[in-house]
């Protein structure tokens, strides 16, 4: 119930192309799912994050979709660019529980192509 | 305004050593997070650190071990180094006992030979 299944492993994409990264989550005590991009050499920044009583938020070109029934969410980013290549990393967690620890996914490595 | 800062920034050991990692949080937080991030996957909780006090434990063995100091920076120490240990240890930090949102440093990477 702790896990947080993450897909594509990875994800090629033309710039301006619209890449989906998806998540889905067993344990509906979580209330909290962010998204962090990791590059290379670098620790995870948090990109967006979402709660469940709304079914999306946008900032910028990233927007999450968030599936309460379905235990899903998602990561959209419009108008890729190159400098979006990075790994993605869903996560979620139990904002009122005794130390709110991440859970996080497995990764999603995307490659946007010039 | 500086993030979380780790040290140091590379370690190499071998096997049986001991092992100290070092962590400052971001200013205004007072909550200092541990994860273990091995190659190709994604973070795992080790613990958590709150009012110097450990306050959940992740599932790793007792080799691995942290305290907080009064102001609020943390340690990680992992005893009796095994090969599997090799990964990037991340500190990440955040407010008010933990209260999202967590902010990471970019982490040591620990290799054992």
């Not at chain 1, 419009?78 to 497995?106: H, V, W």
């Not at chain 2, 205004?28 to 994860?35: K, N």
């Amino acid at each position: 119930q702790q896990q947080v299944k993450q897909s594509p492993q990875s994800l090629i994409v033309q710039k301006g192309g619209i890449p989906i990264i998806n998540c889905a989550y067993e344990n509906t005590a979580f209330d909290y799912f962010p998204w962090y991009q990791q590059f290379p050499g670098k620790g995870p920044a948090l990109l967006i994050a979402i709660r469940p009583d709304v079914s999306e938020k946008k900032e910028g070109r990233f927007t999450i979709s968030f599936n309460k029934s379905a235990k899903q969410f998602s990561l959209h980013i419009m108008d890729s660019q190159p400098g979006d290549s990075a790994t993605y990393f869903c996560a979620a967690t139990r904002e009122g529980g005794a130390t709110n620890k991440l859970i996080f996914g497995t990764g999603t490595l995307l490659a946007v192509q010039p | 305004d500086a993030g979380v800062t780790q040290s140091p920034t590379h370690l190499i050991k071998t096997r049986g050593q001991q092992v100290t990692l070092r962590c400052s949080p971001k200013s205004g937080h007072d909550t200092v997070s541990w994860y273990q991030q091995a190659l190709g996957q994604g973070p795992q909780f080790i613990f958590q650190y709150y009012e110097e006090e450990e306050r959940q434990r992740g599932n790793f063995p007792d080799r691995f071990s942290g305290h907080q100091f009064p102001n609020y920076s943390s340690e990680l120490n992992v005893n009796a180094l095994l090969l599997g240990d090799s990964a990037l240890y991340l500190c990440a930090s955040s407010s008010r006992g933990g209260n999202q949102p967590q902010h990471f440093g970019d982490g040591t990477r620990l290799s054992i030979l």
